[in-house]
């Protein structure tokens, strides 16, 4: 680009989120299962703490450790193993909440009664219906762009569609191993 050569990369961390070039979500959840689980041991005092109320340390929970698990998870396509990884997760936290042992026979449905919480595969449903109900509502006033992705690069260039992604892919990973359909011009 303007002569300087641009380094192609399999993932890179955006505003925050880890994208990358395969389009999953599965390594951003791993990212930030593990700052999560970060915050977690680093609150290790809190949730031993007797004088905190259960109350106290589920807003505490919900404030500084599902906020960093669950940051960006509104855009994000789960297969089914990745919503138990999160239900686990989530069992895990707040059964240290409640200072349940591992071993202790106590049913997921209970302690998720008595926290009062809901399960992160139902938390997750209601916050992509929720942004789906905003984008939705949206009007075609000045904040909603009339152009897509596509139109925008129409817009950047001169050349065709169809011949900057045919230049883009030649110039990424090999060629013809990687190439995909082009879009429509």
């Known amino acids: 680009m303007d002569g300087n050569t641009v380094e192609s990369v399999d993932s890179l961390v955006y505003l925050g989120s880890l994208q990358s ?20 041991t680093s609150l ?22 599902l906020s960093v698990l669950l940051y960006a ?4 396509t789960l297969l089914s193993a990745d919503v138990r990884t999160l239900n686990a997760f989530h069992q895990k936290c707040m ?4 200072g349940i042992r591992w071993y202790g026979p106590v049913r997921n449905d209970e302690v998720l009664q008595r926290t009062g919480l809901t399960s992160l595969s139902h938390l997750l449903s209601r916050r992509r219906i ?56």
């Open 130 to 185: 929720s942004v789906f109900g905003h984008v939705a509502r949206l009007d075609d006033g000045p904040c909603r762009p009339r152009n897509n992705w596509l139109d925008q690069l129409r817009n950047d260039s001169t050349r065709p569609t169809g011949e900057l992604w045919r230049r883009a892919v030649d110039r990424g990973h090999g060629g013809a191993t990687t190439r995909r359909p082009s879009p429509a011009t």
């Open 95 to 98: 059964r240290q909440l409640l």
């Open 21 to 40: 070039s395969d389009g999953q979500c599965c390594p951003d959840l791993t990212r930030r299962n593990g700052l999560a689980c970060a915050v977690m």
């Open 44 to 65: 290790k005092r809190i949730w031993s703490d007797k004088r905190l109320t259960l109350v106290t340390k589920l807003r505490i929970y919900q404030t500084l450790v």
């Open 73 to 76: 998870a509104d855009t994000w």
